[in-house]
T-cell receptor, first 115, second 109 residues
Framework: DVKVTQSSRYLVKRTGEKVFLECVQD?????MFWYRQDPGLGLRLIYF???????EKGDIPEGYSVSREKKERFSLILESASTNQTSMYLC??????????????FGPGTRLTVL | AQRVTQPEKLLSVFKGAPVELKCNYS??????LFWYVQYSRQRLQLLLR??SRESIKGFTADLNKGETSFHLKKPFAQEEDSAMYYC???????????FGGGTRLMVKP
């Protein structure tokens, strides 16, 4: 059973704090993704990684950075949290093959509130 | 740039009624499309992909390249179908998904 876990379900931080969101998958997937989920906007890709130490910007990378030091772990970092980063953050993973139909498996989400 | 549009934020139907959740896309290449679903207090999961031409939980979706649509249909809605549904499109490399804004389906008893 594919398992993608996220370090926290709920997180409350103050403006200006540095925030770390952690994601771990146990299926040996090459690809890992960070999305934010907002009502009416759906899921928007922040960053994705296709290999250890490799990363690519998604649609909304501003204000975020990522780290992938180990294959199973992908971290999202908010260097200086702002109120407009209050959102649900979803991590996902998938195999990286030539198959374009690779399913992405999602974590349970972290609801971040920035005060 | 690729884009996915789901025009309805909320769709409310009675149990047993037909359901159609609309999805339109814009993409310059050959599209690969998916429907993902999120039930209450559960994680987002794949419902179906167009290439499989499968029916999952009674849902089907047909890719219409002429109308650039990939609508999700079910002939008889059930209460357990109530959920958030997202249409998604993959890029040429197949490693990134673009999601629509989502449609919340409510099936009333």
């Amino acid at each position: 059973d594919v398992k993608v876990t996220q370090s926290s379900r709920y997180l409350v931080k103050r403006t200006g704090e540095k925030v770390f969101l952690e994601c771990v998958q146990d299926m040996d997937h090459e690809n890992m993704f960070w999305y934010r989920q907002d009502p009416g906007l759906g899921l928007r890709l922040i960053y994705f990684s296709y290999d250890v130490k490799m990363k690519e910007k998604g649609d909304i990378p501003e204000g975020y950075s990522v780290s992938r030091e180990k294959k199973e772990r992908f971290s999202l970092i908010l260097e200086s949290a702002s109120t407009n980063q209050t959102s649900m953050y979803l991590c996902a993973s998938s195999f990286n093959t030539a198959n374009k139909y690779n399913e992405q498996f999602f974590g349970p989400g972290t609801r971040l509130t920035v005060l | 740039a690729q884009r996915v549009t789901q025009p309805e934020k909320l769709l409310s139907v009675f149990k047993g009624a037909p359901v159609e959740l609309k999805c339109n896309y814009s993409y310059s290449g050959s599209p690969e499309l998916f429907w993902y679903v999120q039930y209450s207090r559960q994680r987002l999961q794949l419902l179906l992909r167009h290439i499989s031409r499968e029916s999952i939980k009674g849902f089907t979706a047909d890719l219409n390249k002429g109308e650039t649509s990939f609508h999700l249909k079910k002939p008889f809605a059930q209460e357990e179908d109530s959920a958030m549904y997202y249409c998604a499109l993959t890029n040429n490399a197949g490693n990134m998904l673009t999601f629509g804004g989502g449609t919340r389906l409510m099936v009333k008893p």
